[in-house]
């Protein structure tokens, strides 16, 4: 078992981790049911991560980054409008390229504290935030980025969470499409980013 348990690195851990995540949410997994699932003691676990939520962020850690990529995209742009396009965008991609990882986050009442607690991941949330709502939000505005940031959590709901339920084509989609309608983006705007992206890709 020592052998075993040494030679199990971190990305296993993380692996068995989201399956189980997945399977009964973060609170219904323990460190012992992961250690369970590798085949390993529950030290073998705490070698890698002495705390349950230094897992949980190591898990949704790619969307994050992807989010921070978003942040820093919009951060750099030179309207308010762009700022905000930069965000939908970016959820929406994160949305469809980390989809299980996106529900975990989403569904699971535990992950937001959790999030909370990681100083970097609070202020990404926190300039997220700052970008959709753009510069001396009106009361309709604050409304406006209300509903869609809830918005993004409906294709992550139990009845649209297997793949085959809904494609990830239309998730990306209908979430540029609300979010543009609901911040009042310019559909110019829209396919001048569309035409850029297709350039770069």
Not at 16 to 34: K, N, P, R, Y
């Amino acid at each position: 078992m020592g052998r075993a348990a040494a030679g199990v690195g971190r990305e296993r851990v993380l692996d068995a981790s989201l399956e189980l995540f997945a399977e009964h949410g973060v609170a219904g997994t323990s460190l012992q049911m992961i250690a369970d699932r590798l085949g390993i003691t529950k030290a073998a676990i705490y070698h890698h991560f002495p705390v349950k939520d230094q897992i949980v962020v190591e898990v949704l850690s790619e969307g994050l980054a992807q989010l921070d990529d978003a942040v820093a995209a919009s951060s750099a742009a030179t309207t308010p409008e762009e700022r905000a396009w930069l965000i939908v965008k970016g959820l929406a991609d994160i949305m469809v390229d980390h989809r299980q990882r996106y529900s975990i986050m989403m569904n699971d009442p535990t992950v937001g504290p959790i999030l909370a607690a990681d100083p970097h991941t609070a202020a990404t949330f926190v300039q997220m935030e700052t970008a959709l709502l753009g510069p001396e939000p009106t009361a309709g505005r604050r409304l406006a980025v209300a509903y869609f940031l809830a918005a993004c959590n409906a294709p992550a709901q139990p009845a649209l969470r297997e793949e085959g339920s809904i494609s990830a084509e239309a998730i990306h989609s209908s979430i540029l499409e609300l979010g543009a309608h609901l911040l009042g983006i310019d559909p110019a705007l829209v396919a001048k980013a569309d035409q850029r992206d297709r350039r770069a890709g």
